[in-house]
């Protein structure tokens, strides 16, 4: 099936820095990459959708300036969190879906700031 | 009014016996239903997902479609204390499924 990976699994870093998390599709190619956060004990929300080649789509309420998204290619969708803050601490997931499946969801990001 | 909206549980069924899961969705004109499982700290992972009215078997999990009444549920046979973990219901209401709703969850444990 549909694999879809995320890097880095967690990431720990000081109020104020940018952090960067990459998604890829292994073997598929996505045109449309999506943005997940979920918070403790809380259900996925989501952020952006990501599409190749184009901006990305934020939903009501994400700062698309503090959430940076690039879809440069059809196998890679990066979030950068610009000058993070402890609040921003939660677990960002990504996910894809090639022509025949469901949505298939990256092992996640763990990201504390500090 | 939530748009997808779970018992947040915990459900606790025993070793065995039937866990019923449920899921209630606002949006009429939702297309396409899925249940994830999650378990702590990690990603979800697809369980089932449905399209149309009725029943779906895969294996010990039944997932239930009821359109008219804007729920769908999920039973877990023969449950075993690895099927303890957060189920999440997701709803989608794009043809293509790719735009998902979810819910917040329910929490399943079963003990042996």
């Known amino acids: 099936g549909a694999v879809v990976s995320q890097h880095p699994s967690w990431v720990i870093c000081k109020s104020g820095t940018s952090v960067k998390i990459e998604c890829r599709s292994l073997d598929f190619q996505a045109t449309t990459m999506f943005w997940y956060r979920q918070f403790p004990k809380q259900s996925l929300m989501l952020m952006a959708t990501?599409?190749?080649?184009?901006?990305?789509?934020?939903e009501q309420g994400v700062e698309k300036d503090k959430f940076l998204i690039n879809h440069a290619s059809l196998t890679l969708s990066t979030l950068t969190v610009t000058s993070a803050h402890p609040e921003d601490s939660s677990f960002y997931i990504c996910s894809a879906r090639d022509s025949n499946s469901p949505l298939h969801f990256g092992n996640g990001t763990r990201l504390t700031v500090t | 009014q939530k748009e997808v909206e779970q018992n947040s549980g915990p459900l606790s069924v025993p070793e065995g016996a039937i866990a019923s899961l449920n899921c209630t969705y606002s949006d009429r004109g939702s297309q396409s239903f899925f249940w994830y499982r999650q378990y702590s700290g990690k990603s979800p992972e697809l369980i089932m997902s449905?399209?149309?009215?009725g029943d779906k078997e895969d294996g010990r999990f039944t997932a239930q479609l009821n359109k008219a009444s804007q729920y769908v549920s999920l039973l877990i046979r023969d449950s075993q204390p690895s099927d303890s973990a957060t189920y999440l219901c997701?709803?989608?209401?794009?043809?293509?499924?790719?735009?998902?709703?979810f819910g917040t969850g329910t929490r399943l444990l079963v003990s042996p």
């Open positions: 990501s599409n190749e080649g184009s901006k990305a789509t934020y």
């Open positions: 449905i399209y149309s009215n």
């Open positions: 997701a709803v989608s209401t794009d043809t293509g499924f790719q735009k998902l709703v």
